[in-house]
Each structure stands twice: as structure tokens, then as C-alpha cells.
């Protein structure tokens, strides 16, 4: 079976920088991706990743490490409007549907 | 103009019931999908169609059909309606082939089943 594993909620300072890390196990990979998903609202695109390394987009950055099965989502600057869940997923081979770790819902405090 | 759009966004039922959901997208995508959120908000997939064809279909009961009349479209129909289908429903879609292929979400259609 395919496992995604994150952690269930972090709490944060706004202003801050808030990591949430990703573990997969998978029987293959062909990409990982990040979405940010607002209490009731439908999951929006953030990152996504294909090689090892770093993309930075703006005050968000991902990473990846296939060898490890390893990602993170860095939020930098945090903002009170970040406060969301944040889904890590990852696609298997070829055009198959992403199989979704089960979320990090981030709270960011005043 | 909404990419992705589902209708309706929230649908409350007997149970017993029959029910549709609609969804169509204008991004030119070719490949569409359906998947389930249950109460904990964990995301997965039930259908996945490409260029009107059904390519992937997960241990969904067979109350679950979907339909696709055209690329742009496609609809997810529920017969019997049990207690444990409450959830939120979400269409995405995608294109095919090379490249990130980035999936982009409806709105979701909030399901009660009483």
C-alpha cells in the first residue's frame, strides 16, 4: 500500500517560520506536491516537487528528498491568513490520481 | 470565471435516496477526478477519467457511478444513499502526459445523509 505520513497539527507564531514535514512510503514516484486547504474550502496548489532540492515560491518553499522519502513545506513570515491544513501528497507514476497524507493542520497565533 | 465547478455545494438526503452531483471545468484539461473527504479530512480517490474514459476506480461501492459525456465533464451519480456516504465531495481536474500536471479542485458538494 501507499503511506503518506504528517504531522496532525503544529502551532506557530505569526511573523515566525513553521516547517511541516512529509514521509512517504510509495510503490513508486513521479512527484510530490503541496496544498494548502482553508477550513470548508476546496485544496489550492502551492509546491511541487520532482528532483531533489528546493523550490521557493515567495514566503513558501519545498523540499525534497526522494532517497530519503522525505519533503518539507517551509512557511516563512507567517501570516494569521496561513492558518490551515496543509496536504502533502504524491503521485505514483505516470497521470495516476495523488494519493494524500492525511493533512497538518497549522494554527498561527498572535 | 469559476475552473472548476460543482453543483450542488451542499446536498442534505434521506437516506434511501438517489443523488447527482455535477461538475464541469474550462481549463482544457483532459483527465477529471472524484475524490472523497471523510470526517477526519483525509482526501481519496474514487474515479478517475481521461479523455471521457474511466482509467482508475478504487474500492467504491458500486452505488457510485460516474459519468463523463465530454472532457469538460463529469458527474458522479449515488444510489441507496447510506449514512456513511455523508462526506465532502470533490471534483479536480488535470491535464495528461508530461510535466507537473498540477490537479486544480472544485469547491467541493457537502453530503449529509440522515
Known amino acids: 500500500g501507499q503511506n503518506i505520513d504528517q504531522p496532525t497539527e503544529m502551532t506557530a507564531t505569526e511573523g515566525a517560520i513553521v516547517q511541516i514535514n512529509c514521509t512517504y512510503q510509495t510503490s513508486g514516484f513521479n512527484g510530490l506536491f503541496w496544498y494548502q486547504q482553508h477550513a470548508g474550502e476546496a485544496p489550492t496548489f502551492l509546491s511541487y516537487n520532482v528532483l531533489d532540492g528546493l523550490e521557493e515560491k515567495g514566503r513558501f518553499s519545498s523540499f525534497l528528498s526522494r532517497s530519503k522519502g522525505y519533503s518539507y513545506l517551509l512557511l516563512k513570515e507567517l501570516q494569521m491568513k496561513d492558518s490551515a491544513s496543509y496536504l502533502c501528497?504524491?503521485?505514483?507514476?505516470?497521470?495516476?490520481?495523488?494519493?494524500f497524507g492525511k493533512g497538518t493542520r497549522l494554527s498561527v497565533i498572535a | 470565471d469559476t475552473a472548476v465547478s460543482q453543483t450542488p455545494k451542499y446536498l442534505v438526503t434521506q437516506m434511501g435516496n438517489d443523488k447527482s452531483i455535477k461538475c464541469e471545468q474550462n481549463?482544457?484539461?483532459?483527465?477529471m477526478y472524484w475524490y472523497k473527504q471523510d470526517s477526519k479530512k483525509f482526501l481519496k480517490i474514487m474515479f478517475s477519467?481521461?479523455?471521457?474514459?474511466?482509467?482508475i476506480n478504487e474500492t467504491v461501492p458500486n452505488r457510485f457511478s460516474p459519468k463523463s459525456p465530454d472532457k469538460a465533464h463529469l458527474n458522479l451519480h449515488i444510489n441507496s444513499l447510506e449514512l456513511g456516504d455523508s462526506a465532502v465531495y470533490f471534483c479536480?481536474?488535470?491535464?495528461?502526459?508530461?510535466?507537473?500536471?498540477?490537479?486544480?479542485f472544485g469547491a467541493g458538494t457537502r453530503l449529509s445523509v440522515l
Open positions: 479536480a481536474s488535470s491535464l495528461s502526459g508530461g510535466g507537473p500536471n498540477i490537479q486544480y
Open positions: 501528497a504524491v503521485r505514483v507514476s505516470g497521470n495516476t490520481p495523488l494519493v
Open positions: 477519467y481521461n479523455n471521457k474514459e474511466l482509467i
Open positions: 481549463l482544457g484539461h483532459d483527465t
